[in-house]
């Protein structure tokens, strides 16, 4: 059991690693895009905020801010990812 959370932990510092990537493909200052997706699901109680990536990036992404100030790239298409910002958004504007 201890080392399937290792892998699972190990897994997750990779992704939330490299799944975020600050790039420049115009020259005009700095963009976050989304080159790989965080492969579960992220507990609603553990998101505080998102921002869609920009339009010049090569893929379509959300990047979900936790608690505990990291950033973490999810797929913009998945159902749950629509639930959290579905959510985030009435949090927001109540």
């Keep these: 059991m201890y080392i399937f959370r290792a892998a699972v932990y190990i897994l997750y510092v990779?992704?939330?690693?490299f799944s975020v990537l600050h790039i420049s493909p115009?020259?005009?200052?700095l963009d976050q895009c989304c080159f790989t997706y965080f492969p579960?699901?992220?507990r609603m109680d553990l998101i505080v905020g998102y921002v869609e990536t920009s339009m010049k990036c090569p893929e379509p992404g959300i990047i979900l801010y936790t608690k505990k100030g990291n950033e973490?790239?999810?797929?913009?298409?998945?159902h749950w990812v629509q639930g959290v910002k579905k959510r985030l958004d009435q949090t927001f504007f109540q």
């Design 14 to 17: 990779a992704c939330y690693t």
């Design 26 to 29: 115009d020259g005009s200052g």
């Design 40 to 42: 579960g699901r992220l």
């Design 72 to 78: 973490v790239c999810v797929d913009p298409r998945a």
